[in-house]
Nanobody, 123 residues
Framework: QVELVESGGGLVQAGGSLRLSCAVS????????MAWFRQAPGKEREFVAAISWSGSRTYYADSVKGRFTISRDNAWNTVYLQMNTLKPEDTAVYYC????????????????WGQGTQVTVSS
């Protein structure tokens, strides 16, 4: 079993920055791909960014490419999402997710989820 706990969300003005963190505990000896998803009110959960176990491969949604950066520190079992130049449309609950087998960048391909952290961007 793997437990994920997100932190770092909050209220920020458009153009500002936030850094989300995801602490991983439990069976951390396994190798997991990690990802961030987000879900706005009334919308489906959508992919934001993903990173391979080694950190050598990263993937981003077109809507965040060039503004967000995903990274991981395996020594501290933590994954980060640095979000710059935030826009009101980035407002959502952000979820950290993990999987032990590669697959599509969709919610159904991830095995473990955190509870989410709210990010609100004001205009």
């Amino acid at each position: 079993q793997v437990e994920l706990v997100e932190s770092g969300g909050g209220l920020v003005q458009a153009g500002g920055s936030l850094r989300l963190s995801c602490a991983v505990s439990g069976r951390t000896s396994n190798t997991y791909d990690m990802a961030w998803f987000r879900q706005a009110p009334g919308k489906e959960r959508e992919f934001v960014a993903a990173i391979s176990w080694s950190g050598s491969r990263t993937y981003y949604a077109d809507s965040v490419k060039g503004r967000f950066t995903i990274s991981r520190d395996n020594a501290w079992n933590t994954v980060y999402l640095q979000m710059n130049t935030l826009k009101p449309e980035d407002t959502a609950v952000y979820y950290c997710a993990a999987r032990y087998r590669s697959g599509a960048l969709s919610p159904s391909a991830f095995n473990y989820w955190g509870q989410g952290t709210q990010v609100t961007v004001s205009s």
